[in-house]
């Protein structure tokens, strides 16, 4: 996973004394972020000599005390993108309250809830995408050199948080290109861009030689190896798969809603265009470039997507500020944004369903849950795994449904974890992961998308299949009835 493959370079650093952590496959912002939190514990480390300090600070980076922490920070930066995209959403001249909304799509998200608590380069890769899209609207509003630098700055920041990142460059870039003495203001931002990512991967100049191994190494593992149960083909498999998550889920839960707020958004993005050219270039290229850059690729995983988020949520601040403006009474005016905010907050009940749902760990709570679940779809006929069996005989009550044998059965209920092998295989792309409603939580924690994440190496939980899923798990004979 990625948080101990970082906190094991942090250690290796404290350790060591090497800030450069000649290890180029993760990104440096990541770890400089992770660094930076460890090094806030040096003061309590202090011990009589150096190597008593260096010691009681890495067992400190081992502790699930630093996991927390890091957790948290990470979440709040994470939580920060709303604040970006209100920025943006003002530089286009929405309203304050439609510019809330843009906020509100961003947190209103469970995908980004979720992905906000990992340690991990894309929730930071989007806080960044935020943070260039909100500086050059600026810049291309108020033509000023040093809010346009803040832009290539912050370009810089997503690279060094993601490679793909770079992408955002050519949005200060096409600011510099619209104002006087492009060539000028355009060597500017390069410098600034390039400033900003060496200042944080000293290691692209320090050491070149692994630099460009290690990029490669993940540029052959994204577009040629694959990622186990997450490769796909190259090119309408990949296109159709993002844009299913897009369309459907990375806004919402609720398939409708989800649409509705796309919808929503490409209606934003005709009215910008047809209000402001520059400004729809800059909302619309990098979404448009970087799926298509995506689906050139064999590794389909979702979190990648996180960029695109900050773009659909200005877009549609963008859509409901021009309906608002629309309607004269000022109280309708004003009721309009707070209708969409009030849409969105149909999906709260799932960050406390996520939340709660941490603390289900009873195994008889589970037993009753799984009875429960089985006897409201009565219509269907449960092969349990062998744990899921274990649990529902084991004292006291023993189990009180009926499970059928997998040739009979045309539903499935497993353990997290039990059919981890399952999912090493290349043979079925977008059987196994990366479709939706293929995985439902029976009992335990429901704190991650599963559709997505089916691997997931998190707690315990029960988790229900239909049959042609559960027959590429076991490699039983399931009913196809």
């Known amino acids: 996973m990625d948080e101990e493959k970082l906190i094991f370079a ?38 009589a000599d150096w190597s008593e300090t260096v010691q009681k600070l890495s067992q400190y980076v081992d502790s699930t005390s630093f996991t927390h922490l890091l957790r948290a920070v990470f979440a709040v930066l994470t939580a920060s993108t709303a604040l970006f995209a209100v920025l943006a959403a003002r530089a286009v001249r929405a309203g304050s309250l ?116 290690d990029v490669h190494s993940e540029m052959e593992h994204y577009r040629s190896i694959g990622h186990d149960a997450y490769t796909v083909a190259a090119g309408w498999q990949h296109l159709s798969g993002m844009l299913d998550y897009l369309s459907f889920r990375l806004v919402s839960p609720f398939p409708a809603l989800s649409v509705l707020v796309i919808a929503t958004a490409l209606a934003g993005a005709a009215i910008i265009w047809r209000r402001d050219k520059r400004s729809a270039l800059l909302l619309t290229l990098i979404p448009l470039l970087y799926v298509a850059y995506m689906a050139t690729n064999r590794v389909m995983i979702i979190r990648n997507l996180l960029l695109i988020m900050p773009f659909i949520a200005v877009l549609v601040g963008v859509a409901v500020d021009a309906l608002a403006r629309l309607v004269r009474p000022g109280i309708a005016r004003t009721a309009i944004p707070l209708a969409v905010v009030a849409l969105l907050a149909l999906n709260w009940p799932s960050f406390f369903h996520a939340t709660t749902s941490l603390r289900d760990a009873d195994p008889e709570a589970w037993r009753k849950s799984i009875q429960a679940y089985i006897v409201v779809h009565s219509d269907r006929r449960f092969a349990a795994s062998p744990q899921v069996a274990a649990l529902l005989s084991s004292p006291p009550e023993g189990s009180s449904v009926s499970i059928h044998p997998p040739e009979s059965a045309d539903a499935y209920l497993f353990m997290l974890g039990e059919h981890a092998d399952a999912y090493t295989s290349q043979l079925f792309p977008r059987r196994l992961v ?48």
């Open 10 to 47: 942090i250690q290796k650093t404290i350790n060591s004394a090497e800030v450069i952590h000649g290890w180029y496959n993760y990104h440096s912002l990541t770890y400089l972020i992770c660094l930076i939190t460890a090094l806030t514990h040096f003061p309590a480390a202090s011990g």
């Open 98 to 213: 439609s510019a809330a909304v843009s906020a509100a799509i961003v947190l209103a998200s469970f995908e980004v809830f979720y992905h906000a608590r990992w340690i991990a380069p894309d929730p930071l890769l989007m806080l960044a995408g935020a943070m260039t899209l909100a500086s050059a609207l600026w810049a291309a509003r108020d033509q000023r050199l040093p809010v346009l630098l803040l832009s290539a700055t912050c370009a810089g920041l997503a690279t060094a948080a993601k490679y793909p990142g770079g992408c955002l460059l050519l949005l200060p870039l096409i600011v510099a290109a619209r104002g006087p003495s492009f060539s000028s203001r355009a060597v500017c931002v390069l410098a600034a861009f390039i400033a900003t990512y060496l200042l944080v991967t000293p290691g692209t100049i320090v050491d070149p030689l692994r630099f460009v191994r």
């Open 434 to 481: 990366n479709s939706r409603n293929l995985y439902r939580v029976v009992a335990g924690p429901d704190d991650v998308d599963l559709d997505y994440y089916a691997n997931w190496s998190g707690l315990k939980r029960v988790i229900a299949v239909d049959a042609p899923v559960a027959g590429l798990l076991t490699g039983l004979p399931f009913s196809d009835k």
